[in-house]
């Protein structure tokens, strides 16, 4: 069973740029939610996706924003990027309603230059 | 307001030591969900245990252990004869129903250090 893919691994992007990160959940998973991880800041919970619909958001600015497909894909995009938005984006995916494990890809190592 | 503690920014120890790494969580749910997660130097967490709010029995997996107090808000993760290849970032999470989300609120984490 093929794992929690997110693409690309590695970005580098400049500041005012805007950017859209992907998520592919395990097969029958259809929550996905997202994190951003920073050394000052640890790990923040931005949005969660079920079925399309944004079910949950953190406490992030408009620029960040999140769909989900059809197909349970999701893809978060940020707009006008700033120097602080340089993190890891975590993708994380469970299979049920309730409160199961939610299980994470390996992120993408977004730097903004 | 809901909060995760792991007051151990580093920790380091030789193999074969046991370590002990706390959480400490705050909610005034009744009912939630905790869990532990290891953050391998490759980035992705890797889910270790979930134990939800009625359960308070320990737990026990090959060397790793798990003790859930409710009285001290604690849920503390033993490794037993630590070895290199457990070094690595360890954060517990909480986890609230409110809303059926599985948002995750994270502890800041511990470094765990295993010297050979």
């Known amino acids: 069973k093929a794992g929690v893919t997110q693409t690309p691994r590695y970005l580098i992007k400049t500041r005012g740029q805007q950017v859209t990160l992907s998520c592919s959940p395990i097969?029958?998973?259809?929550?996905v939610s997202w994190y951003q991880q920073t050394p000052g800041q640890g790990l923040q919970f931005l949005f969660e996706y079920f079925s399309e619909t944004q079910r949950n958001k953190g406490n992030f600015p408009g620029r960040f924003s999140g769909r989900q497909f059809s197909n349970s894909r999701s893809e978060m995009n940020v707009s006008t990027l700033e120097l602080g938005d340089s993190a890891l984006y975590l993708c994380?995916?469970?299979?049920?309603?309730?409160?199961?494990?939610?299980?994470f890809g390996q992120g993408t190592r977004l730097t903004v230059v | 307001a809901q909060k995760v503690t792991q007051a151990q920014t580093e920790i380091s120890v030789v193999e074969k030591e046991d370590v002990t790494l706390d959480c400490v969580y705050e909610t005034r749910d009744t009912t939630y969900y905790l869990f532990w997660y290891k953050q391998p130097p490759s980035g992705e967490l890797v889910f270790l245990i979930r134990?939800?709010?009625?359960?308070?029995q320990n737990e026990i997996s090959g060397r790793y252990s798990w003790n859930f107090q409710k009285s001290t808000s604690s849920f503390n993760f033993t490794i037993t004869a630590s070895q290199v290849v457990d070094s690595a970032v360890y954060f517990c999470a909480l986890s609230l129903p409110s809303g059926n989300t599985g948002k995750l609120i994270f502890g800041q984490g511990t470094t765990l250090q295993v010297k050979p």
């Open positions: 134990r939800n709010s009625f359960d308070e």
């Open positions: 097969s029958g998973h259809r929550s």
């Open positions: 994380a995916t469970r299979g049920g309603r309730g409160h199961t494990e939610a299980f």
